[in-house]
Structure formats: C-alpha cells, structure tokens
C-alpha cells in the first residue's frame, strides 16, 4: 500500500490536531503530497453576521496547520 496525496480536513479540534499528526507520519513515510482543508459548520454562516468571523478563525486554523507541517518540511 502507498500513497501519493493525503487530504487533512480540519477545523481545528484536538481531534482534527492529532488526525493531522498520523497524516504527517504517513505523508513522510510514503513521500505524499499533503493537502489541507479547513472545514466550517455551515449552519454558522446562516447568519451573514457569522461570515467575517469564520472567514478570520479558517485562516488561522490554516496557519496552524501550515506551521506544524513546515516543522517536518512537509508545507509549501
């Protein structure tokens, strides 16, 4: 078995942190491509009032996602 591409889905849970870990040991053992995508409840953005502050919270669960990939090399 190998893998060429590992998709993360996050949204920035505990969970979703250490779902991202096993996916890095694997992306490093199978030489993958890693590939991340921050996940929202939609039900949230009902309120239009809710985008803005979505919109900010994804792109920090982004920027985590990038800064513990990039300490193994694996962001870019």
Request: contains cysteine.
């Amino acid at each position: 078995m190998s893998f060429d591409d590992i998709l993360i889905p996050t949204d920035g849970s505990e969970c979703a942190e250490v779902a991202m870990r096993y996916a890095e040991d694997l992306a490093i053992h199978y030489g993958a491509t890693v590939h991340v995508l921050c996940v929202v409840d939609s039900r949230l953005l009902e309120n239009a009032s809710h985008y803005d502050h979505m919109k900010e919270e994804s792109t920090e669960i982004a920027g985590r996602a990038y800064d513990v990939l990039s300490e193994t090399g694996l962001a870019g």
